[in-house]
């Protein structure tokens, strides 16, 4: 089946330090990779939606300064929260999806504690 | 404004009971899918469904898209342990991102 990659599982930061979350398809190429933050006992919240070679589609809301979404190949997308503050502390999820009407797969998210 | 509404919110049941889920929306869907998720984890597709009306089977759970393609619910017969998890639904509309609206969640916990 369709696998999808997060690194790191869990990380820990300083408040005002940036942070790089990598979501990796690994037997699949990703034409689309979705950002998705879930805070506890919560559904998933879409945050952007990358294109490999294109810019981020960011949802309302969301800033598109603060977390920054690099989407350079078909198997990587990257999201970056710069100048973390403690409200950014959330499960971080990212999904993958091939082409056409294929099913969107989900990583296994990455925890994010802002101290 | 939540656009799948799903209910009950949370669900403690005994093993060996049936339980229902249900997903509703105003918005019409042009797939509908549901995962299960275990907790520090993310979200694990069980099925997806398309066509309105449409049933879909998976051993003890049961799938079903409304005729509009408006709801959707899930049904388990004989609820394990092993059931146990928040479930999802998400639905994608017919737009060039395709990207999931997902609902607010079913806590379920089945008690040994």
């Known amino acids: 089946g369709a696998v999808v990659s997060q690194h790191p599982s869990w990380v820990i930061c300083k408040s005002g330090t940036s942070v790089k979350i990598e979501c990796r398809s690994l037997?699949?190429?990703?034409?689309?990779m979705f950002w998705y933050r879930q805070f506890p006992k919560q559904s998933l919240m879409l945050m952007a939606t990358?294109?490999?070679?294109?810019?981020?589609?960011?949802e309302q809301g969301v800033e598109k300064d603060k977390f920054l979404i690099n989407h350079a190949s078909l198997t990587l997308s990257t999201l970056t929260v710069t100048s973390a503050h403690p409200e950014d502390s959330s499960f971080y999820i990212c999904?993958?999806?091939?082409?056409?009407?294929?099913?969107?797969?989900f990583g296994p998210g990455t925890r994010l504690t802002v101290l | 404004t939540q656009l799948l509404e799903q209910s009950p919110q949370f669900l403690s049941i005994q093993e060996g009971e049936n339980l229902t889920v249900y997903c509703n929306s105003s918005?019409?869907?042009?797939?509908l899918q549901w995962y299960r998720q275990e907790p520090g984890e993310g979200p694990v597709l069980l099925v997806t469904?398309?066509?309105?009306?449409e049933v879909k089977k998976l051993k003890r759970l049961t799938f079903q898209f409304g005729d509009a393609r408006k709801d959707s619910s899930l049904h388990i017969t004989a609820a394990q342990p092993g059931d146990t998890g928040l479930y999802l639904c998400?639905?994608?509309?017919?737009?060039?991102?395709?990207?999931?609206?997902f609902g607010s969640g079913t806590r379920l916990q089945v008690q040994p």
């Open positions: 918005s019409v869907f042009s797939s």
């Open positions: 469904v398309v066509t309105g009306g």
């Open positions: 990358s294109n490999e070679g294109s810019k981020a589609t960011y």
């Open positions: 037997d699949f190429q990703a034409t689309t």
């Open positions: 999904s993958a999806r091939g082409q056409g009407w294929d099913p969107q797969y």
């Open positions: 998400a639905g994608a509309r017919d737009t060039g991102r395709r990207a999931l609206t």
